[in-house]
């Protein structure tokens, strides 16, 4: 995978880990919360990982950080569902991005999942449409 083992991971590589995947999630809607509640209305989608569903090895502290955020999305909804406020998070695979493309330079792209693919489910959960939806991590990808 290109990852380190549990045992090769430092401290510090971990909490990056969480600071940026979990922790910001957190404090993101630990904020926005209150204001959403007031309005008695909101939207919340935040990006988890495929790898938040099954984890491939060498990956740990990201894969602990992705499952978490699908837990604190799934608790935080239903803590505010009353509120007519849907918190969902979405699962992409592998996006198509140059900097992807840079650091697996073999890998076949096609089959990535494009991010106007990854936009569309975005704005989807932001629609009208999507108010039955919440506390849902949605399977975003590409042909992988």
């Not at 401290?11 to 309005?39: C, G, Q, R």
């Not at 330079?105 to 991010?115: E, G, Q, R, T, V």
């Amino acid at each position: 995978m290109g990852g380190k083992s549990v045992s090769e991971l430092d401290e510090k590589e971990w909490d990056l880990m969480m600071n940026m995947n979990l922790k910001s999630a957190f404090l993101i809607s630990k904020h926005i919360i209150p204001n959403m509640v007031s309005s008695k209305y909101g939207k919340i989608i935040h990006v988890s990982s495929r790898t938040g569903l099954q984890a491939g090895g060498y990956d740990s502290a990201y894969a602990a950080s992705k499952s978490g955020l699908i837990r604190l999305v799934e608790s935080t909804s239903e803590e505010v569902k009353d509120s007519n406020i849907n918190v969902n998070c979405i699962m992409p695979s592998i996006i198509d991005t140059e900097p992807n493309r840079k650091a697996m330079p073999n890998a076949d792209f096609s089959k990535w999942l494009k991010p106007v693919d990854l936009a569309k489910v975005v704005l989807f959960l932001c629609s009208e449409e999507s108010k039955v939806i919440t506390g849902a991590a949605i399977p975003s990808y590409g042909t992988t």
